[in-house]
Every structure is written in structure tokens, then in C-alpha cells.
């Protein structure tokens, strides 16, 4: 599996960005502390929960600061966006179907999928249910 490819999961993006998050200085120190930046994965169901989590929170201040983080993502270079068609949505309800063990969400479940999909071995997160279905997690 490659490492210069990594996953984007919303508890990093939001915990990047969300100051008041218990995971913000761990996030910043990570991201600022990146001497090369790998090619980054996510998904418009990430994009859709980072959106929605600044969104309902906060009034005007956190409408504002959804779209700025909605637009930035869409509009990186350095972020590949795949959009979840039908086909990976029934993979990933597939997946959440086998899990009757595991509390994961359908977001999560894509995830995992597209990751398997693409190879990839680490997912900046910090959600153990990445750890749970074989991947490493940053920070």
C-alpha cells in the first residue's frame, strides 16, 4: 500500500480547523510539521460532514467559515475529491451490512472501501474504526 497517497477524514479536517476541538493542537502540530505533503483522498460524503459540522454551529460566524471550507476543498489542486456514486455507496452499505460487530457510519464504510480501492494504507484521522478495518492512522 502507498504512503504518498493519504485519506482525509472529517475528524481531522474539522479538528484542523475547529480550534475549540480537543484535537486541534495535535492536528496543527502534525500538519504544520509535514516536511512533504502526500497526495490527499477524501470524499464529498467527508466534505458533506465537514460542511454540515461548521455549518450548525456557531450562527453566521460558523455559516461562513462552512463555505470558505467547502470551497477550499473543492477548489484544491492538492486534494483528489471523489464523489460517491451509486456504486460505491451499495460497496460501502455492503460493507456497513458485514460489520454487525462494529458501530461504524455509511461515511466511514465508503471510506474504508475507496481506501481498499486505491491502495491506500493511512488515513489522517482520529477515529479507531480506521484502525479497526486494517489501516494506519496519523497523527
Sequence with gaps: MDEREVF????YLIALENADDANHPVAREYWTGLRTRP???TTSYVLDEVVTFFNVRGGEPGHRKAVELGERLLGSPSILLV???ETLLRRGLRLLRERTDRRYSLTEC???VLMRERN???AYAF????????FSKKP
Excluded: I, K, P
Excluded at 8 to 11: A, R, S, W
Excluded at 127 to 134: K, N, R, V, Y
Design 110 to 112: 465508503v471510506s474504508f
Design 83 to 85: 464523489h460517491v456514486d
Design 127 to 134: 477515529d479507531c474504526h480506521f484502525e479497526q478495518e486494517g
Design 120 to 122: 491506500l494504507a493511512v
Design 39 to 41: 497526495a490527499f483522498t
Design 8 to 11: 482525509l477524514d472529517t475528524g
